[in-house]
C-alpha cells in the first residue's frame, strides 16, 4: 500500500519504521528538514519538507493515489486538517492523533464530519492500559482477545513458584484448568516455547487462558492475589485524569499530586470523588505524607520520563505498591528493562500498535481471515494476533499437528461459536473461528502468513500438552 505519515516526531518515525519494514510505500511529511535527513538515511521511505496540512504539499507527497493518511503531529488541528485536506484530494483513509480531551469528547461528531477512519487518543489509551494493570495488581501487561473472553496476562514468576525445574508438558498436564505458555521472558530475551521448555526461577511468563480461570491458575503458579483500596497518581494531566475517573468505577481510593494550581482546581470540578492534592509530585516529604508507603498501587504519569523513572524507583524501595510508570521516549527500552519500575506503559507505543493494527487489517481485505486485534509484547519482540477466519484456506480444516507452520509461531486459542479451546494439535481450525496467535515474525497480516512450505508435525503450542 501506499502510506503517507505526516509528523516525523516518536510515533512517526516507528510508524515508518515498521510499516517500510513491511514492504508498503511510505512517504513521510515534515517541516523539519533534520528530522527528515535523518530519517532518509536510516529508513527506506521517502522524505517531503512540509506543512503536511498544505495541499500542495499532500500533492507532492502523491496524495491523490495514497491509500492511507496518517496525521500524527503534536497539534490536533494540523492531524485533523490534514486529514480533511487528504480525503478531499485522494479519497484515501484517513488516521487522526487526536489528543485534547475537549476535542475527543466529540469524536464522533468529528470522525462523521471529516470522514476519519480512525481517531486514536493517546493519553486515553494509556489510561485504560494503567487501568488494567491497577485492577489486576500482579500483571506485567494484560492483553484481550475474542471480547475479552480470553486473555493474555505476563507476570513475573515467584521465586518460590512450583513451576519452577517444571517443564511446559508437565506443567499442562498437571494443569485443572487449560492454559499455554506462549511466551517466556528470559534475562529480557524472549522465547516461543515447546513442550520440553523447563520454567527457570526469574522468568517473565505470558500465559494464555480462559478469563475464568485466571485466579485459580495464578493461585497454583504462586502469584499472590489481593484487592487494590489506595492508588496514589503522580501528575494530573490527561492520563491521569483519565485514569482516576475510570478508576472511580471500582471505588477504590484515589489520589492525585498535582503540581499546578490551576490544574488542581480543574480537577477537583472534574473530579468530586478524587483527593486532589496541590504539590510536588516528586518530593519525598510529601510522598510519604500521603502514605505511599502503605499504597497499593502507584502511577507515575507525569510528562517527563526522568521524573517518572526516578519516582517510580524510589517508590519500589519505600513500598510494596503495583508500580505503573509511563514513558514517553520508546527507545529506552534498553535501560529501562534493568530498573525496578514495574509495569511500563508508554502512550506513543499504544497509538503506533492501533494504528499498525488499522493498517494491517486493511492490507489483508482480501485475504482468507481478518486481523481483529494486535499486540506486542516482551519489549517489542513478539506481536499477539487475533484473527476471525472468513473462508478457508491452506490453515483451515487440518490438525494443526499436520500443519507446517514457520518457526516462531504459535497458535494459542481457538474460539469457537463462542467455547474457548487451548489447542492441542488434534484440534483444527475452521471457517468462522477465531484464532488468537503469537510470533517472533513481523509482517503476519492473514493466517495464512502463519504456514511454512511443505508438511510437518506443527509448532511449539500443540508440543505443550
Known amino acids: 500500500m501506499k502510506i503517507i505519515i505526516v509528523g ?22 515534515d517541516n523539519n528538514q533534520e528530522k527528515l535527513d535523518r530519517l532518509a538515511n536510516e529508513l527506506d521511505v521517502a522524505a517531503v519538507a512540509g506543512n503536511g496540512a498544505s495541499y500542495h504539499v499532500l500533492q507532492e507527497a502523491g496524495v491523490e493515489d495514497c491509500d492511507v493518511l496518517i496525521a500524527a503531529t503534536s497539534q490536533d488541528e494540523v492531524n485533523m486538517l490534514c486529514c480533511l485536506i487528504a480525503r478531499k484530494a485522494g479519497q484515501c483513509k484517513t488516521i487522526a492523533r487526536v489528543r485534547d480531551p475537549e476535542y475527543y469528547s466529540e469524536i464522533g461528531f468529528i470522525r462523521e464530519e471529516l470522514g476519519l477512519s480512525l481517531a486514536i487518543n493517546p493519553e486515553l489509551s494509556a489510561a485504560l492500559a494503567c487501568y488494567q494493570l491497577v485492577r489486576a495488581p500482579f500483571a506485567m501487561e494484560i492483553d484481550t482477545f475474542a471480547s475479552g473472553k480470553v486473555e493474555m496476562i505476563t507476570f513475573d514468576l515467584p521465586d518460590n513458584s512450583p513451576w519452577i525445574g517444571k517443564s511446559l508438558m508437565e506443567i499442562t498436564q498437571s494443569s485443572r484448568n487449560p492454559l499455554l505458555i506462549a511466551i517466556v521472558t528470559r534475562q529480557h530475551k524472549a522465547i516461543i516455547p515447546n513442550g520440553s521448555t523447563v520454567i527457570e526461577r526469574g522468568d517473565r511468563l505470558s500465559l494464555m487462558l480462559d478469563a475464568q480461570y485466571l485466579r485459580k491458575t495464578l493461585e497454583s503458579v504462586g502469584v499472590r492475589v489481593r484487592p487494590i483500596r489506595t ?10 485524569y483519565y485514569l482516576a475517573r475510570r478508576l472511580c468505577d471500582i471505588r477504590p481510593k484515589v489520589t492525585i499530586i498535582e503540581p499546578n494550581r490551576a490544574r488542581c482546581d480543574a480537577l477537583n470540578d472534574l473530579l468530586p470523588k478524587v483527593n486532589v492534592i496541590y504539590g510536588d509530585p516528586c518530593s519525598e516529604s ?4 500521603e502514605g505511599i508507603d502503605e499504597a497499593d498501587a502507584f502511577c507515575s504519569l507525569l510528562g517527563n520520563d526522568s521524573e517518572n523513572i526516578m519516582l517510580s524507583m524510589f517508590v519500589s524501595k519505600v513500598s510494596n505498591a503495583k508500580v505503573i510508570t509511563r514513558i514517553n521516549k520508546m527507545s529506552m527500552s534498553g535501560v529501562i528493562n534493568e530498573l525496578p519500575l514495574g509495569a511500563i506503559v508508554s502512550p506513543k507505543a499504544l497509538t503506533a500498535e492501533h494504528i499498525l493494527r488499522y493498517v494491517r487489517a486493511m492490507g489483508n481485505a482480501a485475504g482468507s481471515s481478518n486481523m481483529e486485534a494486535v499486540y506486542r509484547l516482551a519489549s517489542d519482540q513478539v506481536e499477539a494476533i487475533s484473527f476471525t477466519v472468513e473462508s478457508a484456506s491452506a490453515a483451515t480444516g487440518r490438525r494443526l499437528m499436520d500443519l507446517h507452520t514457520r518457526s516462531g509461531v504459535l497458535v494459542c486459542a481457538v474460539i469457537r461459536e463462542g467455547t474457548i479451546t487451548i489447542p492441542s494439535g488434534q484440534d483444527m481450525i475452521l471457517p468462522g473461528d477465531q484464532v488468537v496467535i503469537v510470533t517472533t515474525r513481523r509482517g503476519i497480516c492473514d493466517l495464512t502468513d502463519i504456514l511454512g512450505r511443505g508438511t510437518g508435525s506443527g509448532t511449539a503450542s500443540h508440543r505443550q500438552r
Not at 9 to 28: F, I, P, R
Not at 231 to 240: F, L, P
Request: net charge negative.
Open 231 to 240: 492508588v496514589v497518581i503522580a501528575g494530573g494531566g490527561n492520563v491521569g
Open 8 to 29: 516525523c516526531g516518536k510515533v512517526g518515525y516507528t510508524l515508518a519504521d515498521t510499516l517500510s519494514g513491511e514492504n508498503h510505500d511510505v512517504t513521510v511529511i
Open 286 to 289: 510529601l510522598l510519604m505524607e
